[in-house]
């Protein structure tokens, strides 16, 4: 009996609580100390996205040739000396997606070869992101397509160049209106 009383006087304390809480006008009229703000400089150093028709692609360019050496230096320990995985995924190789367990990687999967350059501009290496070149980042864009048989090793990757390499999954996606 006493245990049913104070059930139900928790309850009504409860209602009265969230009734107060919801009822309560108070707002904030300032910022809570959260954060900081950031210049208008600061968020242009990340709005470097790079769509599927190449738009906002940097000057520079890049080979395979020169990009297996900095894949060496600055991508193997991650994703393997070829690009067949390791602590990081594989990016080379794949194959069928029409299969019931399919391998996902930048050769079997990603539609736009502008993705890999978005991608390795935006968060590679690791470590250090934004860190390299566009010429750096060219390279090792075209070192990825060429390790996938996409691309000739010698072929010259550069904002009016990459945007035309057709991927292999480019018509696996449902495309998008505009």
Request: charged share 15%; proline share 6%.
């Amino acid at each position: 009996m006493v245990v049913n009383q104070l059930i139900k006087l928790s309850v009504v304390f409860i209602f009265i609580g969230i009734a107060l809480g919801c009822a309560n006008s108070n707002q904030v009229a300032s910022p809570i100390g959260l954060g900081k703000s950031i210049s208008e400089n600061q968020i242009q150093a990340w709005n470097i996205d790079i769509g599927p028709s190449g738009v906002g692609l940097p000057a520079g360019s890049g080979t395979a040739i020169a990009g297996e050496k900095l894949f060496q230096q600055e991508c193997a320990s991650c994703h393997g000396n070829q690009g067949q995985g390791g602590p990081a995924n594989r990016l080379v190789g794949g194959g069928s997606l029409d299969t019931s367990k399919p391998v996902k990687t930048v050769g079997s999967f990603w539609p736009y070869s502008t993705t890999i350059f978005d991608y390795v501009k935006r968060a590679m290496p690791h470590q250090a992101p934004q860190s390299l070149t566009d010429d750096q980042v060219y390279a090792a864009t075209a070192y990825i397509l060429y390790l996938n048989n996409i691309i000739s090793r010698d072929e010259v990757m550069n904002a009016k160049a990459l945007p035309l390499v057709k991927m292999p999954n480019r018509d696996g996606f449902i495309p998008i209106a505009h």
